[in-house]
């Protein structure tokens, strides 16, 4: 019995030790589109016109800084190649994971891309005075086409992971809609309004990468520090290292980017 227990605490006391030896690093990238961005179209607003045209909506595929060319909503999710080994998931991240919340405001989903780790749940609220609709036609999770009322809220459980965003659509406002990637680890980010992610504490090792937008789907083609690249299906190999290892700035050229609007 004595020989078990210690037999036991030794594989504790490994355990602990090769956690607290794994290095932990940080992605970075800044994305930049490479042309004139294109004018984002009017939306449609055909019901409950009191409150929701007086906010002015447009289609929201394409966020750009006129000025700086910043892109935002572009998604850089980690995509482990099959028959790899799932990443471990930094400490920071197990403890009682916060929620992800996505609201029905001003006549629109917000944010417009939602990233979710399984350990997550997702809180759809609508802080509109209307009634709204959330679909979600899943792969993999279990679909959903609920109705909020205003002022309420529902919440999901999200167990499995989806390979790609799924949409998110109103069918009581047409012109709403929104992405969310359901992942089981938390190692994906959007960029904001200056281009600019990051992704906090993956495992050091080698890691291929998806960037993702949701006018072109995968992008495929760009510019890394001036340098021409392509990326097979989006995806792009990395190696972190302990601490921050920065992609540089990459440049998306405009007809990538909207290659699913022509």
Same mark, same amino acid.
């Given at each position: 019995?004595?020989?078990?227990?210690?037999?036991?605490?030794? *594989?504790?006391?490994?355990?602990?030790?090769?956690?607290?030896?794994?290095?932990?690093?940080?992605?970075?990238?800044?994305?930049?589109?490479?042309?004139?961005?294109?004018?984002?179209? @009017?939306?449609?607003?055909?019901?409950?016109?009191? /409150?929701?045209?007086? %906010?002015? /909506?447009?289609? $929201?595929?394409?966020? *750009? +800084?006129?000025?700086?060319?910043?892109?935002?909503?572009?998604?850089?999710?980690?995509? &482990?190649?099959?028959?790899?080994?799932?990443?471990?998931?930094?400490?920071?991240?197990?403890?009682?994971?916060?929620?992800?919340?996505?609201?029905?405001?001003?006549?629109?989903?917000?944010? %417009?891309?939602?990233?979710?780790? #399984?350990?997550?749940?997702?809180? *759809?609220?609508?802080? +509109?005075?209307?009634?709204?609709?959330?679909?979600?036609?899943?792969?993999?999770?279990?679909?959903?086409?609920?109705?909020? &009322?205003?002022?309420?809220?529902?919440?999901?459980?999200?167990?499995?992971?989806?390979?790609? &965003? #799924?949409?998110?659509?109103?069918?009581?406002?047409?012109?709403?809609?929104?992405? *969310?990637?359901?992942? $089981?680890?938390?190692?994906?980010?959007?960029?904001?309004?200056?281009?600019?992610?990051? =992704?906090?504490?993956? &495992?050091?090792?080698?890691? #291929?990468?998806?960037?993702?937008? $949701?006018?072109?789907?995968?992008?495929?083609?760009?510019?890394? +520090?001036? @340098?021409? @690249? $392509?990326?097979?299906?989006?995806?792009?190999?990395?190696?972190?290292?302990?601490?921050?290892?920065? /992609?540089?700035?990459?440049? =998306?050229?405009?007809?990538?980017?909207?290659?699913?609007?022509?």
């Amino acid at each position: 019995m004595k020989l078990k227990l210690l037999f036991m605490f030794a *594989i504790a006391l490994l355990a602990a030790t090769s956690a607290q030896a794994q290095d932990w690093g940080n992605l970075k990238a800044k994305f930049i589109l490479e042309g004139t961005a294109p004018t984002p179209e @009017k939306a449609n607003v055909n019901k409950d016109v009191e /409150l929701c045209l007086k %906010h002015k /909506l447009v289609d $929201e595929t394409f966020k *750009i +800084d006129a000025k700086s060319g910043a892109i935002q909503n572009v998604l850089v999710f980690l995509s &482990p190649k099959p028959g790899t080994a799932k990443p471990k998931i930094h400490p920071d991240f197990l403890k009682a994971p916060s929620d992800v919340v996505l609201d029905n405001l001003n006549c629109r989903f917000t944010p %417009h891309i939602v990233t979710l780790y #399984t350990a997550q749940k997702l809180v *759809i609220k609508n802080s +509109d005075p209307v009634g709204h609709n959330t679909k979600a036609d899943f792969f993999e999770n279990v679909p959903f086409n609920d109705q909020i &009322p205003g002022g309420g809220s529902i919440t999901k459980t999200l167990t499995k992971t989806e390979s790609a &965003p #799924t949409p998110l659509s109103c069918g009581s406002h047409p012109w709403m809609s929104a992405k *969310i990637l359901v992942r $089981e680890d938390p190692y994906a980010a959007v960029s904001n309004e200056k281009g600019e992610l990051t =992704i906090e504490n993956i &495992p050091a090792g080698k890691w #291929t990468f998806t960037i993702w937008h $949701e006018g072109c789907g995968f992008v495929t083609v760009g510019q890394q +520090d001036g @340098k021409a @690249k $392509e990326w097979k299906k989006g995806k792009i190999d990395v190696e972190i290292k302990k601490g921050d290892n920065n /992609l540089g700035e990459i440049k =998306i050229p405009v007809a990538v980017l909207t290659k699913s609007k022509k």
